[in-house]
């Protein structure tokens, strides 16, 4: 009798592809290991990621829970996904380039999961397919709505009030009622409340659903209900404050009842979803050993080749990073100083400390000066940033006009104007200052502001433009060198603000964009 009729443990092609896939998924993680760890790092410091930290473990869960699925399929590698793998390396090589954190941590992500179709091939993938998806979780991404979040609570917030018949009266994101002040901060745009809704909501539709239409649906009414339950939760916070005369609901009850409120909202959406819940689907066919008779040798090793060309693609953008690195070599540190005098009769005016700065984290250097000219009185600002990294950049969400957390300065975009100056036109971002201070009892300190960057010798309105020329610069060897410029002057006659600002820029561009030049040739 031949033994060759029955198959052995041994020959079953899971025994080296798990292997390989675990070797190539280690490699990654070692690989892009800043990336993740920067990751990890806004896991154990912010609150509103904090979840991210059960993604893994809940991923190799849900991927567990598919064993009996999984040993019933032939891992069989696809050499063609190699080709997406090479495309997300260079997308992380680019947002590494310019120290963009989210597509950089979105990149890592995708490689791990794409390395699952590389090495077992699309049927094991699709079989595992939520638990993969899931792995984007871990992305500490969303907190680019938090001023559109705000400013809806706010909206909601005073038109309840208002219909209520509680007397409101305000400005931006600051409002006033007869029992006191209120503004709309951080902590009430209900981010967190969001994506930790979102996450859990989408757990629970693929644990209690099998239709994706139920799962979808599901998912959307996750997204909805942490909306308008954050504002329900802010209107009832603010009238719990108002009617107890402030004696409740502030200070650390204020979080708190957030918090039960929406562990509230969250349990009764689960108690209503689990009424639709369908019943497991039925094993389909034997879930034993896989059908692995007759499987020739050669697809045992596929695995084994399609991981080592995996390995070389995901290395591939690091020794390009390195290359990179060791052309630039150490840089000196930057030195910047406001002239005295520029062009067309403009002169330092009183370097006292203005009322109101922007606020650009950790700039390489920083200068500002006021200046007088024909037209006015204009303050300009420079941070300019060299050797960029995560916690040093040009472009920045945290790098703004006006900081998230201020209590007494306000910030409204107003869109964007092109300036003639040194023989080119510029887009410059527009945008007004106001102070919060004295809320609802006359007028305030107010700038007009201009704001532009300056990368590579060019001055770029746009983020993402600043972002990709920061790229282009590195790749041709010129270095991460790049600068902010923001303009400003009292908006005390708007006309005048605006005519002033114009007049500076067209008369001293040329100069700004010299000194600029002079800063990066001191590396």
């Known amino acids: 009798m031949s033994a060759v009729l029955t198959p052995t443990v041994s020959a079953s092609p899971w025994r080296t592809a798990l292997p390989v896939l675990a070797l190539l998924i280690a490699a990654i993680l070692l690989l892009y290991r800043e990336t993740g760890l920067a990751m990890a790092q806004v896991w154990w410091t912010s609150d509103t990621f904090a979840h991210a930290m059960l993604v893994p473990p809940i991923s190799l869960w849900l991927v567990w829970r598919q064993r009996e699925r999984l040993a019933a399929l032939t891992p069989r590698a696809q050499p063609w996904v190699l080709l997406p793998m090479l495309a997300v390396a260079a997308l992380w090589l680019a947002a590494d380039l310019v120290v963009v954190n989210a597509p950089a941590q979105f990149a890592l992500v995708t490689l791990v999961v794409l390395a699952v179709p590389a090495v077992l091939g699309m049927e094991v993938a699709l079989a595992i397919l939520f638990p993969l998806l899931f792995l984007y979780f871990s992305v500490p991404f969303g907190e680019f709505m938090l001023p559109t979040l705000m400013q809806w609570t706010a909206d909601f917030v005073v038109w309840a009030l208002q219909i209520t018949g509680v007397p409101v009266y305000r400005e931006g994101l600051q409002f006033v009622i007869p029992s006191g002040r209120w503004s709309v901060v951080e902590e009430c745009s209900g981010v967190r409340y969001l994506i930790a809704s979102f996450m859990v909501g989408a757990l629970f539709a693929y644990l209690n659903y099998r239709s994706w239409r139920r799962r979808l649906a599901f998912m959307l009414v996750a997204l909805a209900v942490p909306l308008v339950a954050n504002w329900l939760r802010a209107y009832i916070i603010v009238m719990l404050g108002h009617l107890s005369g402030n004696k409740i609901a502030t200070g650390v009850d204020h979080i708190i009842y957030g918090w039960v409120f929406f562990g509230i909202v969250i349990m009764v959406m689960f108690m209503i979803g689990s009424r639709w819940s369908e019943p497991d689907e039925a094993p389909a066919g034997a879930m034993g050993r896989g059908d692995t008779t007759g499987a020739p040798r050669g697809l045992a090793q596929a695995p084994l080749a399609a991981g080592l060309a995996a390995a070389a693609v995901v290395l591939l953008p690091h020794l390009v990073l390195w290359g990179l690195q060791r052309a630039e070599g150490e840089a000196a540190a930057a030195r910047l100083e406001m002239p005295a005098q520029l062009a067309a009769g403009w002169r330092a005016a009183g370097d006292g400390a203005p009322a109101w700065g922007p606020a650009f984290l950790n700039p390489s250097v920083a200068a500002a000066r006021n200046y007088a000219g024909p037209a006015g009185t204009v303050g300009a600002y420079v941070a300019y940033y060299r050797g960029q990294g995560h916690d040093r950049k040009l472009v920045s969400g945290l790098n703004t006009l006006v900081a998230l957390n201020d209590r007494d300065w306000e910030q409204r ?74 303009v400003y002057a009292d908006a005390g006659s708007e006309a005048a603000s605006n005519a002033a600002l114009q007049a500076f820029v067209q008369a001293n561009l040329k100069e700004l964009n010299t000194l600029l030049q002079r800063t990066r040739d001191t590396r």
Do not use: C, H
């Open 413 to 486: 975009d107003g869109g964007a104007v092109e300036v003639q100056g040194g023989g080119q036109t510029v887009t410059m971002k527009t945008a007004r200052i106001t102070a919060t201070r004295g809320l609802g009892t006359g007028p305030r300190p107010q700038f007009v502001a201009l704001r532009v960057y300056w990368v590579d010798g060019r001055f770029i309105a746009g983020d993402a433009a600043a972002k990709l020329a920061g790229a282009l610069s590195r790749l041709r060897g010129r270095g991460d060198e790049g600068a902010a410029l923001v």
